[in-house]
């Protein structure tokens, strides 16, 4: 069984459109996170969940919005996409979100803005 | 300036080879240093931890960590085609928010 999945795999959508990526994990943890990875590979935190509840929240434009129906899920919801928005998003999971917690990443959306 | 600094490459080497891989930071907070290892079309996966500074070593893998030059380095012994991948540095200081390098590619040739 897959630890963290997230679907769909790729995503292409033109500019203007409303998605959302969707992520589960089956870990049991209580944090999870969001990650933009650009084309030059950069990996940057756009939220992260604990219980349910937002931690942080990074300097990320408000068309993003992330929802937690329960701790074993976190999706992300884009409005309004530009063509900047175009990259790998991963979802991550861990215990407790402490810095000595090991991330398991899932294996990425890739999203094409056209 | 990025928090994290390191080199993208690409880095190509022989089999065998030792591999050093590195990155800078500015922030002297961090104090939580891990490495992971990304394949192509794949999410990261943690390599190595480690906290504050010195080494650690894990089977090829060595980790170092020089907080008084704000550096630290991956070591790979013995390099094999399966390492070939993405490695990324990432640091905390006290725990949510981990800064990501940008991530150096190898390329191991048999």
């Known amino acids: 069984d897959t630890a963290v999945s997230q679907t769909p795999k790729y995503l292409v959508t033109q500019m203007g459109n409303d998605k959302s990526i969707k992520c589960e994990q089956n870990l049991g943890h209580d944090t999870m996170y969001w990650y933009k990875q650009d084309s030059k590979k950069f990996l940057k935190i756009m939220f992260s969940?604990?219980?349910?509840?937002?931690?942080i929240n990074e300097t990320v434009p408000n068309r993003f919005s992330p929802k937690s129906p329960d701790k074993a899920h976190l999706n992300l919801h884009i409005n309004s996409l530009e063509l900047g928005d175009s990259a790998v998003y991963f979802c991550a999971s861990s215990w407790t979100g402490g810095a000595t917690d090991t991330q398991y990443f899932g294996p990425g959306t890739r999203l094409t803005v056209l | 300036q990025k928090e994290v600094e390191q080199d993208p490459g690409p880095l190509s080497v022989p089999e065998g080879a030792i591999v050093s891989l590195n990155c800078t930071y500015s922030n002297s907070a961090f104090q939580y240093f891990m490495w992971y290892r990304q394949y192509s079309r794949k999410g990261p996966e943690l390599l190595m931890y480690t906290y504050s500074s010195g080494n650690k070593e894990d089977g090829r893998f060595t980790a170092q960590v020089d907080k008084s030059s704000k550096y630290i380095s991956l070591f790979i012994r013995d390099s094999q085609p399966s390492d070939s991948a993405t490695y990324l540095c990432a640091m905390s200081a006290s725990g949510n928010q981990f800064y990501f390098g940008t991530g150096t590619s190898l390329t191991v040739i048999p």
């Open positions: 969940y604990n219980n349910k509840e937002l931690i």
